[in-house]
């Protein structure tokens, strides 16, 4: 073979051998990046599992409080009522003497 015909072959060879070596190096690359995306994806899952939790927390206590003020309504509601019933008969056994007018002065 002539001097060029080798030159040439050893150019090519050598191109190849550096394409190989760049697509080993993404090659690599790639599995790193799919690898910590990996990762990454897991720890977003726990913190929304995380979050997720916290949120049915804050429902169930809601909810509780909504069950409780309700019942708290009515209580109120009817302490008040009896409060106010017990004042009518206070007032009109207690007091049943009280002028209709007042004295003229």
């Known amino acids: 073979m002539t ?7 050893r150019e090519i060879k050598t191109a190849v051998e550096s394409i190989a070596k760049a697509t080993e ?13 990996r990762v990454g ?8 599992n995380t979050s997720e939790a916290k949120l ?4 169930d206590k809601l909810d509780e409080r909504t069950k409780l003020g309700f019942w708290g309504f009515i209580f109120r509601g009817t ?10 008969i206070f007032v009109k056994y207690l007091f049943p003497i009280l002028p ?6």
């Not at 190096?25 to 995306?37: S, V």
């Not at 049915?56 to 429902?59: H, L, R, T, V």
């Open 100 to 105: 209709t007018e007042l004295p003229k002065l």
């Open 79 to 88: 302490a008040l009522a009896a409060l106010a019933a017990l004042t009518a």
């Open 25 to 37: 190096a993404n090659t690599k690359a790639i599995a790193d990046l799919t690898l910590e995306m």
């Open 56 to 59: 049915e927390g804050k429902i």
């Open 3 to 9: 001097q060029a015909t080798d030159s040439d072959i």
């Open 41 to 48: 994806f897991a720890e977003l899952k726990g913190q929304v």
